[in-house]
């Protein structure tokens, strides 16, 4: 029996239960394929429906290329539980992030190698995305930037930034607007990110879950997520909502790793490697691109032009200093986000 992907064809609705489970499953679904092959993608939120399609691209070119018949079962929650899940246990033989912190973290238990940035193209990122804004039809609360996030009249979605990637993409955005806004005034950018957070009603674990919750519970004016989640949910729900691009964003970077130890454990290492390569196919940029996120291939971007607008963008590193700066000044105890955000 081909046990595929831990998820398959469910709505928006439906994968919220999904994620809360996945981990547990992920795990007994490991050693239950039988005479396949398996393989296990540790991922974030909103990437499901894309390793669904993924998977299932590379498992054909796999068996055209070998003879060999494989399954690849996956996992998804938030970008940095899911490393700590990986980190507890979770027998994952590759990862794919949405922020390169939640892969160093695993090189520090000897889980990645400490060069998994020279291990595949593109500092091993073979797909980017940002954040948008998603409103309700009609966009009942003319909102246009980042301005309006801190407006009185105005309810923000987003993820916890201390559990979610998603969340934490959001935050620093909202952070370098604030930074560029004020000419590097870090005083009044704590005072913009103070009100930005004042208006958020809710923080859910991860991305799915807060798209979940302004979609579907109908809470909130606006919600802040990925690019790729965006596009998504208008695919499916186009009738209620409508997409914002603000005036300026944070580049979001989705890298990869080989869990070593656990792909030489399960005998997949080459495997492994063989299906982070395969993202950085022609084919694998264009399964990326039908799912909006933004192919590093140049051709394809270019044949989606009309997908993908031109979008002003920062780094990290412009803003925060990079990620590990970001998480020890905003997201540690006690941090800038500690500071600045009070529980509704």
């Known amino acids: 029996m081909r046990l595929g992907t831990l998820r398959a064809g469910a709505s928006l609705k439906s994968s919220i239960g999904a994620s809360l489970r996945v981990s547990i499953l992920a795990l007994a679904l490991q050693g239950t394929a039988g005479a396949e092959t398996t ?28 003879g060999e018949a494989i399954t690849v079962n996956q996992a998804h929650t938030g970008s940095s539980k899911q490393a700590r899940a990986v980190l507890d246990g979770l027998e994952a033989d590759v990862v794919t992030m949405n922020q390169s912190t939640d892969i160093e973290i695993l090189t520090e238990r000897n889980l990645v190698s400490a ?15 940002t954040i948008l804004f998603l409103v309700r039809k009609g966009n009942p609360k003319g909102i246009k930037d980042w301005s309006d996030l801190v407006r009185n009249d105005v309810e923000v979605i987003i993820p916890n930034p201390k559990l979610s990637g998603n969340g ?42 807060a798209t979940m919750t302004f979609a579907h519970r109908n809470i909130g004016d606006v919600l802040l997520t990925f690019e790729n989640e965006i596009r998504g949910t208008l695919k499916e729900l186009g009738d209620k909502f409508e997409v914002v ?17 656990v792909a ?21 940029q264009e399964i990326i691109a039908a799912h909006y996120f933004r192919p590093r291939s140049e051709n394809v971007l270019k044949a989606h032009s009309d997908v993908f607008p031109d979008l002003n963008l920062f780094t990290i590193e412009e803003v925060a200093g990079g990620w590990k700066a970001a998480l020890k000044v905003h997201f540690s105890e006690g941090g800038v986000f500690d500071q600045l955000y009070t529980k509704k």
């Open 264 to 284: 030489d454990k399960h005998g997949t290492r080459k495997l492994a490697e063989s299906y982070l390569n395969y993202l950085y196919s022609e084919k694998g």
């Open 168 to 209: 934490r993409y959001s935050y620093i955005a909202a952070w370098g607007y604030a930074l560029k806004q004020s000419g590097g005034d870090e005083t009044k950018a704590r005072e913009f990110v103070k009100k930005f957070l004042a208006n958020v009603p809710v923080l859910d674990s991860g991305g799915r879950a």
């Open 39 to 66: 393989l296990l993608n540790a991922s974030y939120d909103v990437t499901r429906e894309f390793y669904q399609a993924y998977n299932e691209a590379f498992a054909a070119h796999w068996k055209a290329k070998t």
């Open 115 to 129: 060069e998994w940035r020279k291990l595949f193209p593109d500092n091993a990122a073979p797909y980017t995305s």
């Open 245 to 261: 691009v603000p005036s300026v964003s944070i580049l979001a970077e989705s890298p990869v790793a080989v869990v070593e130890p």
